[in-house]
Antibody, heavy 128, light 113 residues
Framework: EVQLVESGGGLEPPGRSLRLSCSSS????????MGWFRQAPGKGLEWIAF??????????EYAASLKGRFTISRDDSKSVVYLQINGLKSEDTAVYFC???????????????????WGQGALVTVSS | DIVMTQSPDSLAVSLGERASFNCKSS????????????LAWYQQKPGQPPKLLIY???AREPGVPDRFSGSGSGTDFTLTISSLQAEDVAVYYC?????????FGQGTKLEIK
């Protein structure tokens, strides 16, 4: 069974840094792009970033409004994807979801992809 | 950025009846080189993560009941539930993956009439 489990969320004061982790199992992690999304309380979904597989040299893409404070990375040896958030702001309060790209990168005829598997999410609350 | 607009914001449908959700993109999400529409639909139930229903605008994700179908091309898309079941109560989102940043519609909340 394909599983994604986020960790590292919690209550942090503004200005701090936080690293979320997403542990995966049940699939060949290194073959897939991975992504992060978030959802503020009572709001819709927002894409943050994705990181491609080694097929695309681990290329990354970010939402422009978040680039600079957010960094996505992956460790294929551990089947883990990370999201580093620096300079936390109150508006970063949200549930953060880890996701898997919809198709193995080397099987896809497209750089861009939907996301077929989502973790349960990690709640990040930014408050003093 | 591509703006995704869903309608209606909420929908109440009787059990067994058809439910339709609309999604309009501010520019075409059809890629001419592969003739694919870069459009996905997700279902989100309260307290749960989103679940992928449809990708490439009309391809049903394995395991998704066949009462769910997607249609449309270019800028106008529809998700249809052919016969509403009680477990379909959720918020439904469309999302484009044609260009960065990936963007979502605001969601349509489905309730039982």
């Amino acid at each position: 069974e394909v599983q994604l489990v986020e960790s590292g969320g919690g209550l942090e004061p503004p200005g701090r840094s936080l690293r979320l982790s997403c542990s995966s199992s049940g699939f060949s992690f290194g073959d897939y792009a991975m992504g992060w999304f978030r959802q503020a309380p009572g709001k819709g979904l927002e894409w943050i970033a994705f990181i491609k597989s080694n097929t695309y040299n681990g290329a990354t893409e970010y939402a422009a409004s978040l680039k600079g404070r957010f960094t996505i990375s992956r460790d294929d040896s551990k089947s883990v994807v990370y999201l580093q958030i620096n300079g936390l702001k109150s508006e970063d309060t949200a549930v953060y979801f880890c996701t898997r790209g919809g198709r193995k990168d080397y099987e896809s005829n497209s750089y861009y992809s939907w996301f077929d598997t989502w973790g349960q999410g990690a709640l990040v609350t930014v408050s003093s | 950025d591509i703006v995704m607009t869903q309608s209606p914001d909420s929908l109440a449908v009787s059990l067994g009846e058809r439910a339709s959700f609309n999604c309009k993109s501010s520019q075409s999400v059809l890629w001419d080189s592969n003739s694919q529409n870069y459009l996905a639909w997700y279902q989100q139930k309260p307290g749960q993560p989103p679940k992928l229903l449809i990708y490439w605008a009309s391809a049903r994700e394995p395991g998704v009941p066949d009462r769910f179908s997607g249609s449309g091309s270019g800028t106008d898309f529809t998700l249809t539930i052919s016969s509403l079941q009680a477990e379909d109560v959720a918020v439904y989102y469309c999302q484009q993956y044609f260009s960065i940043p990936y963007t979502f519609g605001q969601g349509t909340k489905l309730e039982i009439k």
